[in-house]
């Protein structure tokens, strides 16, 4: 049995359809890289994932069962999270407090067990000395580790990654490659949204490619950064 | 604030406690004693404003619609149905709950200005209920626009430790949000409602639950008040101005904070009474000023003079 299963799904905005009859499936423990231009539809297709928007055609199938239509805290608390670029820190808390939300409601974690979990993701963050920071007063590499965090707290065994390297620099970008082999290697299955190819092409086991809502390729990183038509659309020019 | 932080704040909190609750025997009465129990009446109210409005950042701007209620709950149960005041307060209580949950329901998927204006209008049309029901269905329930005489009051002591109780109760759950899931959960739907979904919060659900104990408790204060004043008119109970100085003594004293209420509740009774014995016919031009000033140079409250109030004793 696959862990998540995308049947024919179908979001419109108006008379935009921003994913169109797509489908996929996804293994447990893999990391799959979800590529495409701007306003090909990745970002939505997360959404209706996590049930921020209810999908008008189709079926999103999690371990099993269909999830479509749930509020996102419940897709959350059976175990698939998304971490975005665009999802503000709670700001008036500590950075220990905004991992504590997560831990203690998506997790479902007593006070005492989140703490104990808050400060074992600090630390794998590297964050362990900025847990009583306000949250509103980390750098922008912190935050998108703080990101992370949230969504490691949540206990989830399935992340979508939403662009959370954009705007970090090489050596930033590196850490974070890093963290998220660790955290494969925790027995977590990964859906990775980025522009910043490198990064995708490295960790990503299989590439999926979306262009105005719908999948135009599929397969391992080598063969569809050769794939003409993704070239055309997205890359430019060949990449590997 | 560290003073006050959860641990070391509770000696400090009980000597206070105990102190106030000497002032009776120490021969504090009449004037100075009904004073205090305003006092006190308002540190609730606003209290129980601030765990719904000042924690979850909806501004609720009809809680009067649940002092109202409670107050002719009261009115009615103890005159209409001969019931004791213990019971008829507790009733008023529960009636104001399913109502709560009503209005909430309806209300509280929208935010910003909607959620203000709509809690607003339900405060109105229950006010319009009181005033013209009796008309309306031809019996003789609320009294209308003449309003309803309770059954003799207590003597004031009783009203002072009531209220002195209440208050203790409103600063107590205020208190536990702080530090409990709960809390944490309504803190996070303020600083970001979808973040908060997304980590599981269910938003909705914590929402319903604090507007829903919020409007109980002011139920209640609204049935002591009926019962201490022994006779209310919806005018009176219904008025905009008692919502309108909830939330203004939130924000002087500081939204979301446990002490925001009692401070800014303390502050504008206290100073109001002063100006209102010392300039009777201008006080309240001053007392204008005086607040427009307190919240230009404090924009979050008083409280917020204590260094390190927030995010920062994890």
């Not at chain 1, 479509?68 to 959350?76: D, E, N, V, W, Y």
């Not at chain 2, 009181?130 to 269905?137: F, K, M, N, P």
């Not at chain 2, 908060?196 to 919060?201: P, T």
């Amino acid at each position: 049995m696959s862990l998540l299963e995308c049947r024919q799904v179908t979001k419109r905005f108006g008379a935009l359809e921003a994913v169109r009859r797509f489908s996929f499936s996804l293994e447990k423990g893999e990391i799959l890289g979800l590529i495409g231009p701007n306003g090909s539809g990745k970002t939505t297709l997360f959404n209706v994932l996590v049930g921020i928007h209810r999908p008008d055609e189709g079926e999103v199938v999690f371990r099993g069962e269909s999830i479509s239509g749930l509020a996102p805290h419940r897709i959350c608390r059976r175990g698939m999270a998304k971490a975005s670029q665009t999802i503000r820190p709670f700001q008036e808390m500590s950075v220990l407090e905004n991992l504590l939300v997560p831990g203690m409601y998506g997790g479902k974690l007593g006070l005492k067990q989140a703490r104990e979990r808050a400060a074992a993701v600090l630390n794998l963050l590297g964050l362990e000395d900025r847990g009583r920071v306000p949250s509103g007063k980390i750098s922008l590499a912190e935050r998108r580790q703080l990101e992370l965090g949230r969504v490691l707290m949540t206990g989830a065994e399935l992340l979508l990654l939403d662009e959370i390297m954009a705007g970090l620099n090489p050596a930033e970008v590196e850490r974070a490659l890093g963290l998220l082999e660790k955290i494969r290697g925790e027995g977590k299955t990964i859906i990775l949204v980025e522009h910043v190819m490198q990064a995708v092409m490295k960790i990503s086991e299989r590439l999926v490619v979306l262009n105005h809502g719908e999948r135009i390729a599929e397969g391992k990183p080598e063969e569809v950064a050769r794939n003409p038509e993704v070239i055309q659309a997205y890359l430019g020019r060949p990449y590997a | 604030m560290k003073a006050l932080s959860p641990n070391k704040g509770l000696p400090v909190f009980l000597v206070f406690f105990l102190a106030l609750a000497a002032l009776p025997l120490l021969g504090v009465e009449g004037y100075r004693l009904r004073l205090l129990t305003l006092l006190f009446l308002w540190v609730s109210l606003a209290g129980c404003w601030n765990f719904m409005s000042g924690y979850t950042g909806y501004i609720d701007f009809g809680p009067v619609a649940y002092f109202g209620t409670g107050a002719y709950a009261t009115a009615v149960l103890m005159i209409r149905f001969d019931l004791h005041f213990a019971s008829a307060l507790a009733l008023s209580g529960l009636i104001c709950a399913p109502l709560a949950a009503l209005v909430g329901g309806a209300t509280l998927r929208i935010r910003g200005a909607y959620f203000a204006i709509a809690t607003f209008a339900a405060a109105e049309a229950l006010k319009q209920v009181t005033l013209e029901g009796d008309r309306v269905a031809g019996f003789e329930f609320f009294g209308g626009s003449h309003g309803l005489t309770l059954p003799a009051a207590p003597d004031s002591e009783f009203f002072y430790y009531l209220l002195l109780g209440f208050m203790v109760l409103v600063i107590g759950i205020t208190h536990f949000l702080e530090k409990t899931k709960f809390g944490y959960g309504l803190k996070a739907i303020r600083e970001s409602e979808q973040a908060a979904e997304l980590s599981g919060v269910p938003t909705f659900k914590l929402k319903m639950r604090a507007y829903v104990l919020s409007s109980s408790l002011i139920g209640c204060l609204g049935g002591i008040e009926a019962y201490w004043l022994t006779y209310i008119i919806p005018d009176d109970v219904f008025n905009v101005m008692r919502t309108i100085q909830m939330v203004i003594m939130t924000l002087l004293g500081g939204m979301g904070t446990v002490w925001g209420p009692v401070i800014g509740a303390g502050f504008l009774t206290l100073v109001g009474e002063f100006l209102g014995a010392k300039f009777v016919y201008d006080y309240l031009t001053i007392l204008g000023v005086v607040i427009v000033v307190v919240i230009l140079i404090l924009p979050r409250g008083i409280m917020s003079l204590m260094k390190g109030r927030r995010g920062e004793t994890v």
